[in-house]
């Protein structure tokens, strides 16, 4: 299992950014890919972004396409989410996990992203 944190949400304005973290803990961190998922009210967890270990290969949901960036950082046990040209629809908590998560697996308490003006 992977253990994680996120942080670096926030209030902000429709166009503005925010640039979310997410430290795990675990040996097998630099050896498996890692995705941020999102949750609005009422609606079900869904899938942003994932980046394989080597950061070979990288995926987005449509609906961020182009103004979302997934990087992470494996010396450091971290992966990034950089939003830009936030939206209100864009409101939500944002989760890390494995890619795809393990059968069962925990999750961390998120960090609340609110897009509003």
């Known amino acids: 299992q992977v253990q994680v944190v996120e942080s670096g949400g926030g209030l902000v304005q429709p166009g503005g950014s925010l640039r979310l973290s997410c430290a795990a803990s675990?040996?097998?961190?630099?050896?498996?890919?890692m995705g941020w998922y999102r949750q609005a009210p009422g609606k079900a967890r869904e899938f942003v972004a994932s980046?394989?270990?080597?950061?070979?290969?990288?995926k987005y949901v449509d609906s961020v396409k182009g103004r979302f960036t997934i990087s992470r950082d494996n010396a450091n046990n971290t992966v990034y989410l950089q939003m830009n040209n936030l939206k209100p629809e864009d409101t939500a908590v944002y989760y890390c996990?494995?890619?795809?998560?393990?059968?069962?697996?925990?999750w961390g308490q998120g960090t609340q992203v609110t897009v509003s003006s």
């Open positions: 996990n494995k890619d795809p998560p393990f059968p069962g697996a925990s």
């Open positions: 675990g040996s097998i961190f630099r050896f498996i890919a």
């Open positions: 980046m394989t270990s080597g950061g070979g290969s990288i």
